[in-house]
Protein backbone atom coordinates (compact mmCIF):
# COMPACT_ATOMS: atom_id res chain seq x y z
CA UNK A 1 0.00 0.00 0.00
CA UNK A 2 1.25 3.54 -0.99
CA UNK A 3 0.10 6.72 1.27
CA UNK A 4 0.40 10.31 0.78
CA UNK A 5 2.91 11.86 3.20
CA UNK A 6 4.53 15.17 3.74
CA UNK A 7 7.54 15.50 1.19
CA UNK A 8 8.83 19.25 1.66
CA UNK A 9 7.08 22.33 2.88
CA UNK A 10 8.30 26.37 2.43
CA UNK A 11 7.08 27.60 5.40
CA UNK A 12 5.35 31.06 5.89
CA UNK A 13 6.39 33.33 2.15
CA UNK A 14 4.81 36.13 1.08
CA UNK A 15 3.05 36.42 -2.10
CA UNK A 16 5.25 39.09 -4.10
CA UNK A 17 3.00 38.66 -7.56
CA UNK A 18 0.02 37.81 -8.67
CA UNK A 19 -0.65 37.41 -12.53
CA UNK A 20 -4.41 36.34 -13.56
CA UNK A 21 -2.95 36.53 -17.45
CA UNK A 22 -1.10 33.81 -16.93
CA UNK A 23 -1.48 30.08 -17.79
CA UNK A 24 -1.23 29.06 -14.36
CA UNK A 25 0.67 27.88 -12.03
CA UNK A 26 2.89 29.11 -8.94
CA UNK A 27 6.51 30.67 -9.31
CA UNK A 28 8.98 30.59 -6.94
CA UNK A 29 11.99 31.63 -6.60
CA UNK A 30 14.63 28.69 -7.55
CA UNK A 31 16.70 28.37 -4.14
CA UNK A 32 13.46 27.93 -2.33
CA UNK A 33 12.91 24.80 -4.18
CA UNK A 34 16.20 23.83 -4.26
CA UNK A 35 16.47 24.01 -0.22
CA UNK A 36 12.58 22.12 -0.21
CA UNK A 37 13.83 19.66 -2.79
CA UNK A 38 10.79 21.09 -5.47
CA UNK A 39 11.07 20.42 -8.84
CA UNK A 40 9.65 22.24 -11.79
CA UNK A 41 6.39 20.84 -12.40
CA UNK A 42 5.84 19.15 -9.41
CA UNK A 43 2.18 19.01 -7.77
CA UNK A 44 1.88 21.56 -4.83
CA UNK A 45 -0.82 22.68 -2.21
CA UNK A 46 -1.32 25.99 -1.47
CA UNK A 47 -2.57 27.16 1.87
CA UNK A 48 -3.14 31.09 2.39
CA UNK A 49 -3.02 31.84 6.36
CA UNK A 50 -4.57 35.55 5.56
CA UNK A 51 -7.83 33.71 3.93
CA UNK A 52 -8.02 30.05 4.62
CA UNK A 53 -8.13 29.93 0.85
CA UNK A 54 -6.33 26.41 -0.35
CA UNK A 55 -5.45 25.14 -3.29
CA UNK A 56 -3.51 22.72 -5.79
CA UNK A 57 -1.23 23.63 -8.68
CA UNK A 58 2.82 22.74 -9.58
CA UNK A 59 5.33 25.05 -9.77
CA UNK A 60 7.91 26.66 -12.36
CA UNK A 61 11.20 28.00 -10.61
CA UNK A 62 11.83 31.96 -10.77
CA UNK A 63 14.85 33.79 -10.47
CA UNK A 64 17.08 32.82 -7.91
CA UNK A 65 17.82 34.85 -4.94
CA UNK A 66 14.82 37.13 -5.87
CA UNK A 67 12.34 36.10 -3.41
CA UNK A 68 9.71 35.86 -6.23
CA UNK A 69 6.51 33.80 -4.80
CA UNK A 70 3.86 34.47 -7.49
CA UNK A 71 0.38 32.90 -7.93
CA UNK A 72 -0.58 33.12 -11.84
CA UNK A 73 -3.79 32.53 -13.68
CA UNK A 74 -6.81 31.14 -11.42
CA UNK A 75 -4.59 30.77 -8.30
CA UNK A 76 -4.13 34.63 -8.65
CA UNK A 77 -7.60 35.35 -7.31
CA UNK A 78 -7.06 33.23 -4.14
CA UNK A 79 -4.34 35.60 -2.65
CA UNK A 80 -3.32 38.98 -2.93
CA UNK A 81 0.53 40.16 -2.41
CA UNK A 82 1.48 40.22 0.68
CA UNK A 83 -0.63 37.34 1.84
CA UNK A 84 1.69 34.74 4.02
CA UNK A 85 1.03 31.10 2.19
CA UNK A 86 2.75 27.83 2.84
CA UNK A 87 3.90 25.88 0.44
CA UNK A 88 3.55 21.99 0.37
CA UNK A 89 4.29 19.22 -1.26
CA UNK A 90 3.86 15.45 -0.99
CA UNK A 91 5.00 12.30 -1.95
CA UNK A 92 3.84 8.51 -2.45
CA UNK A 93 5.85 6.41 -0.26
CA UNK A 94 5.21 2.53 1.22
CA UNK A 95 4.30 2.52 4.65
CA UNK A 96 8.04 1.30 5.68
CA UNK A 97 9.41 4.20 4.19
CA UNK A 98 6.97 6.74 5.71
CA UNK A 99 7.51 5.91 8.74
CA UNK A 100 11.49 6.41 8.64
CA UNK A 101 11.57 9.14 6.19
CA UNK A 102 12.50 12.69 6.85
CA UNK A 103 10.56 15.47 4.87
CA UNK A 104 12.56 18.83 4.44
CA UNK A 105 11.13 21.82 5.76
CA UNK A 106 11.86 25.38 4.88
CA UNK A 107 12.15 28.87 7.17
CA UNK A 108 12.67 32.01 4.96
CA UNK A 109 13.22 35.05 5.84
CA UNK A 110 9.29 36.45 5.72
CA UNK A 111 9.90 40.06 4.84
CA UNK A 112 12.53 38.78 1.88
CA UNK A 113 11.44 35.43 1.08
CA UNK A 114 14.93 34.54 1.09
CA UNK A 115 16.56 31.99 2.71
CA UNK A 116 18.01 32.46 6.01
CA UNK A 117 21.66 31.23 6.89
Known amino acids: MLIQRLKSKIHRVTV ?3 NL ?3 GSITIDED ?3 AAGIV ?3 KVQIVNNNNG ?3 ETYVIPG ?4 G ?4 NGAAARKA ?10 YGLMDLDEARSFSPKVVFPDEKTNRLVK
Open 80 to 89: AVGDVVIIIS
Open 32 to 34: LMN
Open 63 to 66: RRGS
Open 40 to 42: EGE
Open 68 to 71: CICL
Open 53 to 55: ERL
Open 21 to 23: NYV
Open 16 to 18: TEA
